[in-house]
């Protein structure tokens, strides 16, 4: 297949984009700039200039192609909800394109919805206002529309060495710039995670394999790892204080981020796993923290 790609080199596109490549499927790359263009070429990808705010260029990307993944998203917390709901528009102007035809559509969203006591497995659909939810709706309006999408659901943690701007960098830059790594009431939330060289053959496999529309996939290597452990590594490799925090004392201290270090999102693969076929192999999450993945040099 011709496979349009959004955020093809990033961090998790860049995984994706090899993966296809490597099974024998062409890509399309959308790059916003020269040096992404160039990226994409050297990876023996084909570019596709335009951006997320280009709705017209997304649209004939997609119409180019025989399949479309959509890992693009602008990492811009303090406009979050904003870029969640540009996410929505990207998610329908694709969709656009796409309606009339059979072509696969594959739209990126996270386990990071629910928080909560108890599992979440792929059959769960939030009922919360966390502005993420924005993709899924568009995702679902989209469907309606007759057009075939699957939902793939990251973890918090996407790991693995070239990891600069995800949640465990993150908390290793809150650590050092305040001098200590913490955690919420305890810390005895939990975080799934899974390598992206993993996820990257999820994205492969769900778009390979026949979908109903309206699916969702979990790209969930590991169900739950306590936030505390995260924490105490970081701590120990930083030789900083470890504490835990009060909800109040979290919002000072995180940011934008105390959200996300409350998280309790204990969540299954074992309908996409069974599924698709799919068996995650790669370094657990403590298993690249403890590596070079994430520290590297005097701390």
């Not at 939030?126 to 995702?139: D, F, G, L, M, W």
């Not at 070239?162 to 005895?188: C, M, Q, Y």
Request: hydrophobic share 40%; glycine share 10%.
């Amino acid at each position: 297949m011709k496979v349009f790609v959004t955020g093809a080199t990033g961090f998790v596109g860049t995984a994706v984009v090899q993966e296809l490549l490597a099974n024998g499927h062409e890509v399309l790359g959308l790059a916003r700039s020269e040096e992404s263009a160039h990226k994409l070429m050297a990876a023996g990808a084909r570019a596709h200039r335009g951006d997320l705010n280009d709705f017209e260029s997304l649209k004939s990307g997609a119409a180019a192609s025989d399949a479309v993944i959509h890992l693009g998203f602008v990492h811009d917390f303090t406009r979050f909800e904003e870029m969640c709901k540009l996410d929505g528009q990207v998610i329908k102007a694709i969709g656009e394109a796409l309606q009339g035809t059979d072509k696969p559509f594959l739209i990126t969203s996270g386990t990071a919805l629910f928080s909560k006591d108890g599992l979440t497995t792929e059959t769960d659909r939030s009922v919360n206002p966390h502005p993420r939810i924005a993709t899924e709706n568009a995702a679902d309006a989209v469907a309606g529309k007759g057009v075939k999408v699957a939902v793939v659901r990251l973890s918090p943690s996407v790991h693995g060495k070239g990891d600069v701007i995800g949640f465990v960098p993150t908390l290793i830059r809150i650590a050092k710039e305040k001098g200590r790594s913490a955690v919420v009431n305890g810390g005895h939330n939990l975080w799934p995670a899974v390598h992206k060289s993993d996820a990257a053959k999820l994205y492969r496999l769900a778009l390979e394999k026949p979908f109903e529309s309206g699916t969702r996939y979990h790209a969930v290597g590991e169900q739950g790892i306590p936030f505390k452990d995260i924490a105490a590594y970081i701590s120990d490799r930083l030789q900083v204080p470890l504490v835990s925090l009060t909800n109040d004392e979290a919002a000072e201290h995180f940011g934008w981020f105390a959200h996300f270090s409350k998280l309790n999102n204990l969540t299954s693969s074992e309908e996409t796993k069974s599924v698709l076929g799919w068996k995650p192999q790669h370094q657990t999450l403590m298993e690249d923290l403890k590596s070079d993945a994430y520290f590297t040099g005097p701390q």
